[in-house]
């Protein structure tokens, strides 16, 4: 059975970091193509960062361009996204999921994507 798990959110006070953890069971990450998305109450989930089955090319949104950063190690089977100088407007549920790819590059559109995790809350607020 393929599984995502996030792990690693919380409440942390405006300018803190968090390290949340995205860890698959069931299959290997090694095909495929990692993002993570977050969801805001009231808002549509949206792409926050992505990162190729290679490691290599990885998008970032524009609202955590220079503040996020996505890694992954194929050897724990496991993606991370590193936030640094968390904002209120960081807030919300954040999801990893997966799609299979045979190419480079990754994706921030949700629809892409076909496997999900069942998400981590992040809470920014003094």
């Known amino acids: 059975q393929l599984q995502l798990v996030e792990s690693g959110g919380g409440l942390v006070q405006p300018g803190g970091s968090l390290r949340l953890s995205c860890a698959a069971s069931g299959f290997t990450l090694d095909y495929y193509a990692i993002g993570w998305f977050r969801q805001a109450p009231g808002k549509e989930r949206e792409g926050v960062s992505c990162?190729?089955?290679?490691?290599?090319?990885?998008n970032y949104a524009d609202s955590v361009k220079g503040r996020f950063t996505i890694s992954r190690d194929n050897a724990k089977n496991t993606v991370y996204l590193q936030m640094n100088s968390l904002k209120p407007e960081d807030t919300g549920v954040y999801y990893c999921?997966?799609?299979?790819?045979?190419?480079?590059?990754?994706?921030?559109?949700?629809?892409?994507?076909?496997?999900w995790g069942q998400g981590t809350q992040v809470t920014v607020s003094s």
């Open positions: 999921a997966a799609v299979p790819t045979y190419g480079s590059g990754c994706s921030v559109s949700v629809p892409r994507y076909d496997y």
């Open positions: 990162i190729s089955r290679s490691g290599g090319p990885r």
